[in-house]
């Protein structure tokens, strides 16, 4: 008989024989940045999530740092909003001010910045409206503007999210012609139109004040699309494929590992956080195994890199083994 269970047999062996494992190292923690003080606030519908302001950001980056997380991934919360988004290639935007501080205290906390606008439009859509649709080329002009100006205040890497075609051609562009011909940029290369981002957008305040995103972000029951939409990015010069959500999005993980030679990433997000922490309290699941059955899947698929708001719990129990 074939006979598989003699690999089961104990702990130890199930050690050997593991194919996938689950490090620090893969880790990246998303932090919301809110411009103010004081503030210390965690979002309702992600529990242990907080946005902070500046002055009280380094509870969290202490621990952080004290976890050996390697990197963060920051989203920015700004007091003021406009129909363009001016604010997001401000010298003295959130984001920019957050980057300068963050690298001047905690200098080998690896930060990488999200690109884009919602957060800052008062429209909330991911850049300039013409016809009441976002105007893609007209957006890319911002995408530069607001890329060198997080390269200037020091990001490691650069992460723009709004899916609008050629952008990392144009931020690629806008790098070099800066000085900045070695900032890597991690593209949001797959992303869904997902009713998972749903806890993020009250926790950035960016949900779309009419309509939705389907006309730029992805439908979610295309696949091959994905591939034309990772090819172009990573002739583009794209360093990081990012595929997003995660969890219902496993396929496109695996098809992007075998397709393309390139670190890829997937991003954990708001809603598959939620769900988990929600039946958690409810007692209805092992919140602590099925975070780990999660992410360990998501590596399993092939990512190389989980951006997830589980990072701090997922490092204290991997440090603990
Ligand atoms: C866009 C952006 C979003 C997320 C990350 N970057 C929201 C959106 O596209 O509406 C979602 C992340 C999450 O749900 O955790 N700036």
New binding site residues.
């Given amino acids: 008989m074939f006979r598989t269970r003699r690999l089961r047999k104990s702990e130890n062996i199930r050690r050997l024989v593991r194919e996938t494992k689950l490090s620090i190292d893969d880790l990246i923690y ?1 932090l919301f940045i809110e411009e103010g003080e004081n503030i210390e606030k965690e979002i309702v519908s992600m529990p242990g999530i907080k946005r902070f302001s500046l002055d009280r950001i380094s509870i969290e980056l202490d621990e952080v740092v004290s976890l050996n997380i390697p990197a963060v991934l920051l ?1 920015g919360i700004p007091s003021e909003k406009d129909d363009e988004g001016t604010e997001t290639w401000s010298d003295q935007g959130i984001i920019q001010k957050a980057v300068r501080f963050i690298k001047k205290n905690y200098p080998k906390l690896y930060v990488i910045t ?1 690109v ?1 606008f ?2 800052y439009t008062s429209h909330g859509h ?1 850049g300039i409206l013409h016809d009441n649709d976002v105007d893609n080329d007209a957006t890319l002009v911002n995408i530069a503007k607001q890329s060198i100006s997080h390269a200037k205040a020091g990001a490691d890497m650069i992460a723009p ?2 899916m609008m075609d050629g952008t990392i051609a144009m931020v690629r562009e806008a790098l070099d012609n800066s000085g900045f011909s070695n900032l890597p940029i991690m593209a ?1 290369s797959v ?1 869904y139109a997902s009713a ?2 749903g ?3 009250d926790a ?1 305040d ?1 949900a779309p004040s009419f309509g939705d ?1 389907k006309t730029y ?1 992805m439908d979610a029951a295309n696949r091959d699309e994905a591939i034309r939409k990772a090819t172009f990015d990573d002739e583009e010069g794209a360093d990081i494929l990012m595929v ?2 995660a969890l219902s999005y496993l396929d496109i993980i695996r098809d992007l590992k075998n397709n393309f030679d390139r670190p890829i990433a997937c ?1 954990n ?3 598959e ?1 939620a769900m988990i922490k929600a039946a958690g309290e409810k007692g209805w699941i092992d919140e602590e195994r099925v975070m780990m059955e999660s992410l360990l899947s998501m590596k399993r698929a092939g990512a190389d890199i989980i951006i997830t ?1 589980f990072a701090k719990e997922v490092a204290k129990i991997l440090i603990r083994k």
């Fill in positions: 998303p989203f999200d884009c919602c957060e991911c999210s709004g949001y992303k998972f981002y806890p993020f957008r950035a960016s995103r972000q997003k959500p991003y997000v708001s809603g956080y708001y």
